[in-house]
């Protein structure tokens, strides 16, 4: 099976024909979108979160229905029926960041970014397409599982349990930014996986961060806590951008919203000045 | 043409390469020899960008890699076989690529036929032997149609008809005029391809010949080229 040469491996016009310009951010993010949707981990972890983010919003507003009668009256007036539907997102955002990690530390761990840089060698458009492409496609999925999400929990709820539609003040803004978090969450996970590089320490990293901060600042004082909780990821994902009841010492949902796009933008700032700096 | 001009990389107190000069014109294979540990796959990659010279410059046509245009038209390389993710498949890993530098998706069939891997593009490249992983990559150069190859001991992994077909693969396109540059830590593998030679040991340059010159200095390619790097390898039992 030896090949002619000749005939395949040139095309018209030979060797240099290349169009006139340059390589750009667009062709850069459609190689991106190529590789993210061409890995079956990706797509299954996307299924596996959905289902079980789903389900434990079921089952979370069931038991509620199920336990109402048991509650105190002053825990049945704080209980939010949207923050609580969104159980499932303490796992969601788990998966989101492990996407986000896993797009950058698989590409150094298969030898990837050997080829990545070579059709790419513009390392801050590299990053920024990367960032541009996980934020966009996290975001549609996340969108897309935060309304259904809402919908099947909220189903679950039965009189005398409040139960929350969309006109619920605020209820809208929770799904919408339930979505958005994991999109924030997959962008800090391809930040951090650009400064650690490799994923099981990118991912633990990243778990300690989301998970075990918040028990961190438990030993400390109840000031010490109500001042520094507010600003953790996850805190904010549950007091801020899901609850439309009002939580005492957290930060609005826009507050949050914002304080999450900070994070992203140093943890991905940082990852993209250093893969400029380093070498491949 | 690749010229690379007083190259010097350095890893922690580790001189890779040291000094290096030398150029790689277009209508030829180009060898660049040298034992293991000598600096071949250090100066491949600081030719393709991958990593920062800490002296000296390295350029394509002129340009420093991080300069071109279409990077993947301009220049096509392959430094390690396993250069892809093992859970995409040929197919969509080229896909990727091609994309990149706006190459039309035909393309990647076109490569696909050339390094024989049509029948085995669905599978996902994890799957694939050393040999197929070698092809893939050769598959991934040929993206772009590039003027400039640079191959790192791309016979690895090969089975004989597959070094054959690699031979002549890289004497047909540099018949073309493309400059075509490839490494090897085995003459043998090397000299039935190449015209031009650039050996080096311990980072430095030995000597810019080529295969005709080599030979003449010595009983055979092998003890010439031994006789050149014998200077410049340190470790023992190279001989065996």
Not at chain 1, 171 to 176: G, H, P
Not at chain 2, 58 to 80: D, F, H, K, N, S
Not at chain 2, 186 to 205: C, D, F, K, N, W
Not at chain 2, 207 to 230: G, H, I, K, N, P
């Amino acid at each position: 099976m030896t090949h002619a040469v000749g005939t395949a491996t040139t095309r018209p016009g030979g060797p240099g024909d290349a169009p006139s310009g340059h390589y750009r951010f667009r062709g850069i993010a459609r190689m991106e979108w190529v590789k993210l949707l061409s890995l079956r981990s990706v797509r299954w972890t996307a299924l596996a979160t959905a289902v079980i983010t789903v389900g434990l919003g079921m089952l979370v507003l069931h038991v509620a229905v199920v336990r109402w009668g048991h509650m105190s009256r002053a825990d049945q007036r704080i209980f939010d029926p949207v923050s609580n539907g969104f159980t499932g997102l303490a796992l969601a955002q788990l998966a989101a960041a492990a996407i986000g990690v896993l797009a950058v530390t698989s590409e150094y761990s298969s030898g990837m970014i050997r080829a990545t840089l070579a059709a790419a060698p513009g390392r801050v458009r590299l990053a920024a397409a990367k960032a541009v492409v996980l934020a966009a496609a996290v975001l549609v999925i996340g969108e897309v599982l935060a309304f259904v999400t809402f919908f099947a929990s909220e189903a679950m709820l039965r009189a005398p349990v409040p139960r929350a539609t969309l006109a619920t003040p605020g209820a809208l803004r929770a799904v919408v930014l339930a979505g958005a978090y994991l999109a924030l969450i997959a962008v800090i996970g391809m930040g951090a996986g650009l400064i650690i590089r490799h994923s099981a320490a990118a991912i633990t990293t990243l778990c300690v961060v989301i998970l075990l901060l918040p028990a961190l600042t438990l030993p400390f004082s109840a000031s010490v806590q109500h001042a520094t909780q507010k600003f953790l990821p996850e805190v904010i994902a549950e007091n801020s951008l899901t609850a439309v009841k009002p939580i005492p010492y957290s930060l609005t949902p826009w507050a949050g919203l914002g304080m999450l796009m900070l994070y992203a933008a140093v943890v991905a700032g940082a990852g993209t000045w250093l893969l400029a700096r380093r070498d491949a | 043409m690749i010229a690379v001009q007083g190259l010097t990389k350095r890893y922690g107190r580790t001189t890779a390469v040291d000094r290096l000069s030398f150029e790689v014109r277009p209508g030829q294979v180009t060898g660049f020899l040298g034992p293991n540990g000598a600096g071949k796959s250090t100066t491949m990659r600081v030719i393709m960008g991958l990593d920062a010279a800490d002296g000296g410059r390295a350029t394509i046509g002129g340009r420093a890699y991080q300069q071109l245009r279409w990077p993947l038209r301009e220049v096509g390389a392959m430094l390690e076989a396993r250069s892809f993710h093992p859970g995409r498949t040929g197919r969509s890993h080229l896909r990727a690529l091609a994309a990149s530098n706006d190459i039309p998706a035909a393309r990647v069939e076109e490569v696909l036929d050339v390094v024989g891997l049509s029948a085995v593009a669905g599978r996902r490249a994890g799957t694939y032997s050393l040999g197929m992983a070698q092809r893939l990559g050769v598959a991934a150069a040929l993206l772009g149609d590039p003027a400039v190859l640079l191959l790192d001991e791309p016979v690895n992994g090969l089975d004989p008809e597959g070094i054959r077909w690699i031979r002549g693969l890289l004497g047909g396109l540099a018949a073309q005029g493309r400059t075509v540059f490839v490494s090897s830590h085995l003459i043998s593998e090397i000299a039935q391809a190449a015209g031009p030679l650039v050996v080096i040991g311990q980072g430095r340059l030995l000597a810019q010949t080529t295969v005709a010159e080599l030979s003449r200095q010595a009983a055979s390619l092998e003890d010439a080229f031994l006789d050149l790097t014998s200077a410049s390898v340190s470790y023992p039992g190279r001989m065996s």
